[in-house]
């Protein structure tokens, strides 16, 4: 589908909806094309109009992408500040989505999520942060094996390098050591490659959580304390570039409060940048840093341009609070990663993991994995990705097929529902009173967290039940309209 | 040595240090005794005087109760609103104390304690609400013999009783029901029983931390919303009978904010009271119910009368914190109770509750146990003794017997000393950067705080040392100076 320095009008090429239109051309190579030229297109269906920046990819080739939303005819016409790019006009046939392809992920109600036609979806993100950095490709595609034998469904992963990474290395901006790094122009190699690995996860179904800033420079690339208008440039073209990719989510910043160059209002303008510059309106969040005990130095996530909770914390109990403090989703990003690094973030027990997955999870809100095994043969996936060692994955995954067979509307109200997840924790009560509602019948199973055991009790309940439980810690409770699951059988693994 | 209806001055009666003196007077019985009538006497050793009040005993009996803190010849005046009973003379010698009697424990240095021949303490208490109350012999016996199995060295004791004990029943008031209760007369059976136990406890070396009010009458017994002047009687009639046991600390109340009737500046005022009519200033502080994430609830332990931080919170990492609120000693006196029970503050497993007991002690705090299964042969430790039958005791006592080889100024600065405790709790690190002063060797331990084994390291260790660890969780490290224990021959139980 690529169209090189034409105008052809040529409506017989397809895209699919949430697919990927690109407008390819031959433009002006003097001075530096990155921040001397400017260009877009607008591209029309019937009376709906959006417009995307291009870019430029170097040695002469300029790109405009698009992710058209909708079936039918797109038209299009380009405007630039060169001539030679500005005024190219064109059509394309935009299809039915392919079987796998939902598009982007949206907010669904005031605590969930679902792809834009409909299909919900749930977070279980994990973290690689520089995955696609190291130049290496067998421990690339290791990486990406892992995640497909995964249950992650969302990877978060940064663009910019930290001072942990020795040059040579290719980076987002041209240049490949702090002497010669020249942050007015990118590096078209670092991103194609990136594209690269962006397809990769997309083919696995895996959401491209993209944290754009981060402040782990130490004053080495100096890429955390840029000119205000390096800062925009920058995002622009990484939105011009990635924004097309439909499982992209904008991560404005990690641990942003550790950046002592910037402020909250810094933030506030680069992330109505996001908001202004992306055509698709991608998921746009922001990352705290702040110790445990400082919640209060959490985002205020209650700002229009931010759509979801992006955290981190280590006490998932808190939750319940944020869903009051902003009713947007909660999605626990940090929550400390399994592992033996002697750092604190990075070592506490699978089963610790899996106990804080579940209380977040049974108050309506999303934790995210990490490991930090510092010893074995990959080291810390978190920072390149490799293999996964721990106890907790096999854990998650059997959460998620718990979770994913709730109703869409359960995370709007975890715990009032007719499904009900009751999460015992540290706990190991001898029974519970189970508060259902007094009509209709319910099934009740319990569920051993650690285990991964899904044991039906016997007969039907309603309207106050006590549950016998068996005294040990980590056990869970679900309760759902009866014939809503087939759930006989005895123990399930 | 009890003195019937005499003054005679005799000093060949002995009472050993710390122990208790009791003079019997036979008085009035008309009318209300023990409202109607005051009993002190003044205790004088040298040019020391010490004031302690008398109580009525029933039939006609009245007994003045003395604790001597020092050896030597104490002469007594007593003094009364009944000719009968004022103007009694006499005298005794104290002698030395024995070889268990330390005296009485008190406040040493800011955070820790020590009995007041200057023996280390530390508490280890666990909680037995009503153990006395029931009238089952046999069961109590059998709570003895636990506690003298057990690593507690301080039993949580109520003297008023619950709405869940139904009458008849013998209480501190006279009367059985609630009907006949007569918040103006004591009943001297329950008491004679009450010091029964307490002496039980005494020959154990178990502190006991008597409970004065509780909130849990919930309008039965109407003990928890009397009169001021009936607090203020009840209040000093305690102190009276019981204050000339060593081993006795005054817990004003516990979940002092579920009682609604009284106020803090109620609180105060009886706390206040406390300090007056006690002679020998047992320890004295007050015990809040309020739930997590509410700690600006906690009584201001900064107030003058109160002598250690009597605490509920389930989280014991906070103990940092409230060393700083308050310079006094940490006791969190509940932090949930191990068991089964189908309420939330008794229902965490064994490892969860050793977890906390780590937390706490090794920053400097001490934790309290409890039990709550029910499900056993004996119910709920916590509210009648019994057995024990959780899997923290042992464990607790592992704990104690490495705190008990800690200097005595280590609670003055545990994170800082030459002897040091860092506990992992839920992390588990693959390795430990350990900071220990530049001078002088240390000896370094590895924990295994669940399985309670110590495994030496090998080597000596000073500045700052990178120390291997096993990567599970609940591990700690002890180091202290070279030759300050014997720790050689491998792995200890």
Redesign the interface.
């Known amino acids: 589908m690529n169209r090189v320095g034409t105008a052809v009008a040529d409506s017989r090429e397809t895209v699919e909806q949430w697919g990927r239109f690109e407008l390819v051309l031959e433009g002006p190579q003097e001075g530096n094309p990155f921040q001397d030229v400017r260009l877009s297109a607008r591209f029309q269906y019937r009376n709906l109009t959006m417009e995307a920046e291009g870019f430029y990819d170097g040695d002469g080739v300029y790109r405009v992408r698009f992710m058209p939303d909708r079936p039918g005819v797109w038209r299009y016409v380009t405007r630039s500040s060169s001539p030679e790019l500005d005024g190219h006009t064109g059509e394309f046939t935009c299809t039915e989505a392919g079987e796998d392809n939902h598009g982007p992920v949206r907010v669904k109600g005031r605590y969930g999520f679902a792809y834009e036609d409909g299909t919900p979806y749930m977070p279980f993100g994990t973290t690689c942060y520089h995955w696609t950095h190291g130049g290496n490709t067998a421990q690339e595609e290791l990486t990406l094996q892992s995640l497909a034998d995964s249950p992650f469904n969302k990877v978060r992963m940064c663009l910019l390098p930290t001072r942990d990474m020795p040059p040579p290395l290719q980076t987002v901006f041209a240049g490949s050591s702090p002497e010669d790094l020249d942050r007015t122009r990118y590096n078209p190699a670092f991103f194609r490659h990136l594209e690269h690995r962006l397809e990769d996860l997309l083919k696995l179904g895996i959401e491209a959580d993209l944290v754009l800033f981060h402040p782990y420079d130490k004053g080495w690339w100096g890429v955390d304390n840029m000119e205000a208008q390096q800062d925009e440039m920058y995002l622009r073209y990484c939105i011009a570039r990635l924004g097309s990719y439909r499982h992209v989510w904008w991560s404005l910043c990690n641990e942003f409060d550790f950046n002592k160059f910037k402020t909250v209002a810094d933030w506030d303008r680069l992330l109505q940048l996001t908001q202004r510059f992306d055509p698709y309106q991608h998921l746009r969040s922001i990352h705290n840093g702040t110790k445990m005990y400082k919640s209060s130095n959490l985002y205020d996530f209650t700002k229009p341009w931010i759509t979801h909770q992006s955290i981190q914390h280590w006490d998932a109990e808190l939750t319940s609070q944020w869903r009051l403090t902003a009713a947007k989703p909660i999605v626990i990003d940090e929550i ?1 990663y399994e ?6 973030w990075g ?3 699978g ?2 993991l899996v106990h804080r997955f579940w209380e977040g999870a049974s108050r309506g809100g999303f934790v995210g994995h990490g490991e930090s ?3 074995r043969e990959t080291r810390a996936w978190i920072s390149t990705g490799g293999r996964l060692y721990g106890e907790s994955t096999a854990r998650i995954a059997f959460l998620r097929r718990i979770l994913e067979e709730a109703p869409p509307e359960w995370i709007e109200s975890p715990g009032e529902g007719s499904w009900r997840l009751v999460y ?1 924790g ?8 189970l508060e259902l509602p007094a009509e209709g019948d319910y099934q009740v199973e319990l569920i051993d967290t650690w285990e991964m055991t899904i044991l039906p009790l016997e007969g039907l309940f309603r309207g106050r039940c006590r549950i016998g ?1 068996p ?3 980590q056990m869970a409770l679900r309760a759902r309209p009866a014939g809503a699951g087939s759930t006989e059988g005895g123990e399930r693994g």
Do not use: T, V
């Open positions: 400390s592992g033996n690094s002697s750092r604190r070592n506490i027990s089963r610790e095994f510092i010893d015992f540290r706990r190991q009560p001898g029974s519970h009173w439980l005294g040990r810690p």
